[in-house]
C-alpha cells in the first residue's frame, strides 16, 4: 500500500512532463519543418553571435556599411540609367572624402571648442540656478520649504562633483580614443571604396558559402536591405535638416553654444522619443544661464519645441513614408533590448531590426496542424 501511495504523486508530474513535451514538439513541427526556415534560424543566430562577440572588433567594418548604403542611394539610380559604375564610385568618394575633410577640420574643432567652454562655464550656471532656487521659499512658502531647497541644492553638487570626475577620466583615455580615431580615418574609406567598387562581388561571394535552400533567406534579405537602405539614408537626411535648421534659428537667437546645441540636437533623432527629452535639459540650461525667466528664454524654447513638434509631424513621415510603420512603443522597447545587446550599434539599427523581426513573423512558413 505505501509502494502505491508514492507512486501516485509521481503520476500527475509525469503527464505535466509528457503534456509539455507534446505541445514543444507542436510548436516544433509548425515552425521549423521547413528546412528552409532551419537555415534562416541558423543564419540569425550566427548574426547574432557574431554581433555579441565581435561588435567592437567590427564597428569599423559596421561604420563603412551605413556609409556605403548612403552613398549608393547616389549610384544606383545614375548607374540604372548606364551612367559606368567606376565613374560613379570615383565622383561620389570624391565627394565623401571633400565631405569628411570639411567635417574633422571644420565642424570638429568649433564643436570641441564650445564643448570645453560649456565645462568651464557649467559651475557659474549652477551657482545661478542655485539663486534661482533659493529664493523660491520667499516667493512660494506654502509650496517648497528652505529644507527641501537644500536637498535639491545637495543633489545638484553631488552630481556636478561626479560629472567633474567622469570628465576626468575621459581626458586620460583622450590619447587613446585619437589612436583609435587616426585609425578609423584610414580605414573606414578604405572599406566604403572597395565596398561600393566591387559591391556585386562581395554580395556574389557572401552568396557562394550559403547552403542551396535560402529561398526564404533570400527573401528576408531583398525585404531588409530595401528598408535598411532607406533607413540609413532617411535618417543621415533627417539628423543633416534637423542640426542646420536648429543651428541657424539659434545663430539668429543669439544663442550660446549654438553650434554644439545644434549637434546634440541633430544627433538626438537617432533615439526616436528618447533624444529629444534628453537634449531638452543642456537647451533649456544654456538659454535660462543667458537669459533667466525672461521672454527670449521663452521664444527659444517655443522655437525649440517648433522644430521637434516639425521634425515628428512632418519631417519623419515624409523621409521614411516607404519603411514599415511600428508603433511607438515597438521602437521603444526596440531601442532598450538592442541598445542593452549591441551598445550605439543598437540604437542607431532599432528600427530596423524591430522591423526585421517584423518581417520574420510575417513570412515565417508554418505547417498546418495534422487532422486528427
Known sequence: ?????????RQPARRALAFM???????IKKYFSDPQAIILALLLVFGFVVVVFFGDMLAPVLASIVIAYLLE???SPLERRGVPRMLLVLAVFVAFLTLLVLFFFGLVPRVTTQAAQLVQDLPNMIDKGQNMLSRLPELYPRFISEAQIQQIMSGIESSAAALGKKALSMSLTTIMSIVTMLLYLVLVPVLVFFMLKDKKTILAWITSLLPPERGLAERVWHEMDHQIGNYVRG???EIVVVGVVTYVVFALMHLKYA????VLVGLSVIVPYIGAVVVTLPVLLVAFSLWGWTTDFAYVMLAYTIIQILDGYVLVPWLFSEAVNLHPVAIIVAILMFGGIWGFWGVFFAIPLATLVKVLIA????????EV
Not at 513535451?21 to 510548436?27: A, D, F, G, N, V
Open 1 to 9: 500500500m505505501r509502494k502505491g501511495r508514492e507512486r501516485m504523486p
Open 21 to 27: 513535451t507534446e505541445i514543444i514538439s507542436r510548436w
Open 73 to 75: 542611394g547616389l549610384i
Open 235 to 237: 535618417k543621415f537626411a
Open 259 to 262: 553650434m554644439l546645441l545644434a
Open 363 to 370: 513570412v515565417w512558413p508554418r505547417s498546418r496542424p495534422a
